[in-house]
């Protein structure tokens, strides 16, 4: 028995409350080692009956580990347990806070680990709503032009010349309310918008002022039609908090850069030294040296209280539903916190997202955010689907290796992108390869987790890094990729109508020559997930009885025979 590889804490994932009457329970063990896992419990508190039996099952596995799991309930919620192993030796030790041990230790009540109580307060409520959404990320220079007159100055014809890091092309808020009725076609339940804040750039990451509408944008009433007009159609609508940094020309930093040390606000930063210059960036910005995001101090006091009213502000003013949260992981938890608090106080289903681009379970335990942009997932995808340099098992590896690291609740609720605005576009990814990009989709529609559209990957947009992936949104409908907006409308029908793709257990059942096979099951709704990603096709024989429908062509199949996977194919078969 391999004891380097048994693993088992009292914290999230490995014991956490689901709700006050469930506990949670995970234990790590060594891939291929492992027979049978069991869990001995019972109340701490009783000193008289045996401990009760209950086998965990496998909920995740990688190369090197294996990841059981089992639900518990007993009366009060208070916990005493153990974990029973038995090795392929027929080998048996039980694990305990004193490690692994002897069956039958004799001081075992002081050696098992306690769960006190499930404190009601300290479960994680998750967003049910998340969990069932479509997102779409619409960069608002870029998707449309709906009001002329408050174009800004030197606009570029639509969709025309080189995009630059300066390009204004006259997108605005007017211009989302009029394609409204698009993106619910298409099957969008949430809108995500990067900042529309005043700020002299066109991405607005360099907030000028948080309480004001970019006048290229539009006004605060714009801001309010367009939120009431999201719900009105039944989607709802975060917007992009910038409070790592604010910009350059931020009232606080311009007082600092007037008055210097003399300044009220020389606080609300990280200076280096006095005189303050932006030539000389001596002061702490957003990555390196970006001279016009000045870092903001997010332990001043005022610096939170003003922050703070920000978030408030805006769920009061136009009854936003939620926030993405830029640059999350170089903000304190201690302020995230009491973001949370302050957010759920007002409205308690808003939703709080962070931009984490890797591992996040710090953020993640319950008490700060409810999901990240899951670019684990994404580079993952790519590397598989879009560049073939990971092989299937390695793929499985990763998202395992992902997943096990949160809440069953939170995974659900993971924003599994693809792309994004701080990305290449997908189908550059993809070297250009519709059918290796079609693959990727269907894994994103099909596995754990909220599928993330980027505007305009639905209709074939290209480009590279930033800038070029802002291009103009391709409203013209002989330039679209039809075959590809297809697709995703069939794919978000698909996970829509089949409840097991949004809460479904992941199980896998078949790696082998590049291909994959998972089912997703959730009650009576079973999928079958099929994706060949090799350049041959493949029959393979599944253990499955009776029959089954293709969701996509909806032909009929038959899982008594072997099914035929084309070169760069996947398959979504309903049994």
């Given at each position: 028995m391999n004891k380097h590889a048994i693993y088992h804490v009292l914290d999230v994932p490995y014991a956490y409350g689901k709700d006050k009457d469930t506990l949670v329970l995970r234990i790590r063990v060594a891939t291929d080692d492992i027979e049978k896992c069991s869990v001995l419990y019972r109340c701490r508190y009783d000193w008289e009956n045996e401990y009760k039996r209950k086998p965990m099952r496998i909920v995740a596995q990688t190369e090197l580990f294996t990841y059981y799991e089992v639900e518990l309930s007993i009366y009060r919620n208070r916990y005493r347990y153990y974990f029973e192993l038995k090795d392929k030796e027929n080998n048996v030790r039980i694990y305990t806070e004193r490690g692994l041990l002897e069956v039958g230790y004799s001081n075992i009540n002081v050696a098992a680990f306690q769960f006190p109580y499930?404190?009601?307060?300290?479960?994680?409520?998750?967003?049910?709503?998340?969990?069932?959404?479509?997102?779409?990320?619409?960069?608002?220079?870029?998707?449309?032009?709906?009001?002329?007159?408050?174009?800004?100055?030197?606009?570029?014809?639509?969709?025309?010349?080189?995009?630059?890091?300066?390009?204004?092309?006259?997108?605005?808020?007017?211009?989302?309310?009029?394609?409204l009725d698009y993106l619910k076609e298409l099957g969008v339940d949430l809108i995500y918008l990067t900042p529309i804040f005043k700020s002299n750039s066109n991405h607005k990451y360099n907030t000028a002022d948080y309480f004001e509408i970019d006048p290229s944008f539009g006004t605060l009433e714009d801001a309010k039609?367009?939120?009431?007009?999201?719900?009105?159609?039944?989607?709802?609508?975060?917007?992009?908090?910038?409070?790592?940094?604010?910009?350059?020309?931020?009232?606080?930093?311009?007082?600092?850069?007037?008055?210097?040390?003399?300044?009220?606000?020389?606080?609300?930063?990280?200076?280096?030294?006095?005189?303050?210059?932006?030539?000389?960036?001596?002061?702490?910005?957003?990555?390196?040296?970006?001279?016009?995001?000045?870092?903001?101090?997010?332990?001043?006091?005022?610096?939170?209280?003003?922050?703070?009213?920000?978030?408030?502000?805006?769920?009061?003013?136009?009854?936003?539903?939620?926030?993405?949260?830029?640059?999350?992981?170089?903000?304190?938890?201690?302020?995230?916190?009491?973001?949370?608090?302050?957010?759920?106080?007002?409205?308690s289903d808003a939703i709080i997202v962070g931009e984490i681009m890797h591992e996040a379970n710090a953020f993640l335990k319950g008490e700060q955010l409810d999901s990240i942009m899951n670019y684990p997932f994404k580079n993952a995808t790519i590397d598989f689907f879009g560049k073939h340099n990971i092989s299937a098992l390695e793929y499985l590896d990763i998202l395992a290796a992902n997943r096990i690291l949160y809440m069953n609740s939170i995974t659900k609720q993971m924003w599994n992108l693809i792309g994004s605005h701080d990305t290449k576009r997908i189908i550059n990814e993809c070297n250009n390869n519709v059918d290796r990009m079609k693959l990727a989709i269907a894994m994103q529609f099909t596995y754990v987790g909220v599928p993330y559209i980027y505007y305009g990957d639905?209709?074939?947009?290209?480009?590279?890094?930033?800038?070029?992936?802002?291009?103009?949104?391709?409203?013209?409908?002989?330039?679209?990729?039809?075959?590809?907006?297809?697709?995703?409308?069939s794919l978000i029908r698909?996970?829509?109508?089949?409840?097991?793709?949004?809460?479904?257990?992941?199980?896998?059942?078949?790696?082998?020559?590049?291909?994959?096979?998972?089912?997703?099951?959730?009650?009576?709704?079973?999928?079958?997930?099929?994706?060949?990603?090799?350049?041959?096709?493949?029959?393979?024989?599944?253990?499955?009885?009776?029959?089954?429908?293709?969701?996509?062509?909806?032909k009929n199949v038959n899982f008594k025979d072997k099914i035929k996977v084309n070169s760069f194919g996947f398959m979504i078969i309903k049994f």
């Amino acid at each position: 028995m391999n004891k380097h590889a048994i693993y088992h804490v009292l914290d999230v994932p490995y014991a956490y409350g689901k709700d006050k009457d469930t506990l949670v329970l995970r234990i790590r063990v060594a891939t291929d080692d492992i027979e049978k896992c069991s869990v001995l419990y019972r109340c701490r508190y009783d000193w008289e009956n045996e401990y009760k039996r209950k086998p965990m099952r496998i909920v995740a596995q990688t190369e090197l580990f294996t990841y059981y799991e089992v639900e518990l309930s007993i009366y009060r919620n208070r916990y005493r347990y153990y974990f029973e192993l038995k090795d392929k030796e027929n080998n048996v030790r039980i694990y305990t806070e004193r490690g692994l041990l002897e069956v039958g230790y004799s001081n075992i009540n002081v050696a098992a680990f306690q769960f006190p109580y499930i404190s009601e307060e300290d479960l994680y409520k998750e967003e049910k709503w998340l969990q069932e959404a479509i997102v779409y990320q619409i960069f608002p220079d870029r998707f449309f032009n709906g009001n002329p007159e408050i174009n800004p100055n030197y606009i570029k014809e639509w969709g025309k010349g080189k995009v630059g890091t300066r390009s204004r092309y006259g997108g605005d808020i007017r211009g989302i309310i009029k394609k409204l009725d698009y993106l619910k076609e298409l099957g969008v339940d949430l809108i995500y918008l990067t900042p529309i804040f005043k700020s002299n750039s066109n991405h607005k990451y360099n907030t000028a002022d948080y309480f004001e509408i970019d006048p290229s944008f539009g006004t605060l009433e714009d801001a309010k039609e367009l939120v009431s007009s999201c719900h009105k159609k039944g989607m709802r609508i975060v917007f992009d908090a910038v409070f790592n940094h604010s910009g350059s020309d931020f009232f606080a930093f311009k007082d600092l850069l007037e008055n210097q040390e003399n300044s009220k606000y020389k606080e609300w930063y990280f200076i280096d030294g006095f005189p303050i210059k932006i030539e000389d960036c001596n002061y702490y910005t957003f990555a390196n040296g970006c001279s016009n995001m000045p870092k903001l101090n997010t332990n001043n006091k005022e610096v939170r209280e003003y922050l703070l009213n920000v978030a408030t502000y805006w769920i009061k003013e136009i009854d936003i539903d939620g926030w993405r949260l830029d640059v999350c992981d170089e903000v304190s938890h201690d302020f995230w916190r009491a973001f949370r608090k302050t957010v759920k106080s007002i409205k308690s289903d808003a939703i709080i997202v962070g931009e984490i681009m890797h591992e996040a379970n710090a953020f993640l335990k319950g008490e700060q955010l409810d999901s990240i942009m899951n670019y684990p997932f994404k580079n993952a995808t790519i590397d598989f689907f879009g560049k073939h340099n990971i092989s299937a098992l390695e793929y499985l590896d990763i998202l395992a290796a992902n997943r096990i690291l949160y809440m069953n609740s939170i995974t659900k609720q993971m924003w599994n992108l693809i792309g994004s605005h701080d990305t290449k576009r997908i189908i550059n990814e993809c070297n250009n390869n519709v059918d290796r990009m079609k693959l990727a989709i269907a894994m994103q529609f099909t596995y754990v987790g909220v599928p993330y559209i980027y505007y305009g990957d639905e209709v074939g947009i290209t480009g590279g890094d930033d800038p070029d992936n802002r291009k103009c949104m391709i409203w013209d409908d002989k330039k679209q990729n039809k075959e590809l907006l297809n697709l995703y409308k069939s794919l978000i029908r698909i996970r829509k109508s089949n409840k097991s793709l949004t809460y479904g257990e992941f199980d896998i059942v078949y790696c082998k020559d590049e291909v994959i096979g998972f089912i997703r099951e959730y009650g009576d709704n079973k999928v079958l997930v099929i994706l060949n990603n090799s350049e041959e096709e493949r029959y393979i024989k599944f253990d499955i009885k009776g029959c089954g429908i293709e969701l996509v062509t909806n032909k009929n199949v038959n899982f008594k025979d072997k099914i035929k996977v084309n070169s760069f194919g996947f398959m979504i078969i309903k049994f």
